[in-house]
Nanobody
């Protein structure tokens, strides 16, 4: 059983930055893909980006690719989401999720990041941006 724990959320002013962390309890080919998502009240879940834990390659949603960066610790057990130039539209609950390598491959090929085929989800961390 894989466990994911997000942290690093909080309240910031518009224009500021935050780095979220996703701590994973394990690593295998079945959890080689980590995705970041967010959901604001009354809105659908939005996929932000994915990373292959094995090699570190990343892919992003067009809506955030110029401001958000996904990276990971050297031991691959923590994945980060660096968020810059935050604005009120970024206010949401942020989640990470894990799935097999094929999940990332599908997202890379389609360039569409959805929650489909992610098997494990964290409970989320809240980000609130004040203008």
């Amino acid at each position: 059983q894989m466990h994911l724990v997000e942290s690093g959320g909080g309240s910031v002013q518009a224009g500021e930055s935050l780095r979220l962390s996703c701590a994973a309890s394990g690593y295998s080919h079945m959890t080689n893909c980590i995705g970041w998502f967010r959901q604001a009240p009354g809105k659908e879940r939005e996929g932000l980006g994915v990373i292959y834990r094995s090699g570190g390659s990343t892919s992003y949603a067009d809506s955030v690719k110029d401001r958000f960066t996904i990276s990971q610790a050297d031991d691959k057990m923590t994945v980060y989401l660096q968020m810059n130039s935050l604005n009120s539209a970024d206010t949401a609950m942020y989640y990470c999720a894990a799935g097999p390598t094929a999940t990332c491959t599908m997202k890379f090929n389609s360039r569409i990041i959805t929650g489909v085929d992610f098997d494990y989800w964290g409970r989320g961390t809240q980000v609130t941006v004040s203008s």
